[in-house]
């Protein structure tokens, strides 16, 4: 549970600033997007960051009995999608620039991650 705790201290209010960054920036973010979809390199390096935390995350805790502590888990195997990152960053590039043209795709990725992150937070910042 200690793991759980600590990596939810961690992933919790990053998934919450994450979120509210995007919600702030809402207006700017077809722009952001746009520019993204220009620089593959840039993609590039963030898979390389992603897949870097993703294997951090699933080497200490790959727990999958019941309860909250399974879903710290899973985000640790969802970043490692990193790799693909990696692997096509051109592709991923042009996938950014789509992604960022639709306001309500990024409202709701942005309520998810925002539910997510505060979920995890109360959960490692919780008492047992």
Do not use: E
Not at 48 to 60: K, P, Q
């Amino acid at each position: 549970m200690t793991s759980s705790k600590t990596i939810s201290g961690l992933l919790g209010p990053t998934l919450v600033a994450l979120a509210l960054a995007l919600l702030l920036n809402l207006g700017s973010m077809p722009a952001i997007a746009a520019q993204l979809g220009r620089d593959p390199a840039l993609i590039f390096v963030s898979g390389i960051l992603l897949f870097v935390a993703g294997i951090a995350i699933v080497r200490v805790h790959n727990v999958w009995s019941g309860g909250w502590p399974v879903l710290v888990t899973v985000l640790g195997w969802l970043a490692l999608v990193g790799i693909l990152r990696m692997f096509f960053p051109t592709r991923f590039a042009g996938v950014a620039a789509q992604f960022g043209a639709s306001r309500a795709l990024l409202v709701g990725c942005a309520i998810i991650m925002l539910m997510l992150g505060g979920f995890v937070s109360y959960k490692a910042y919780s008492r047992d």
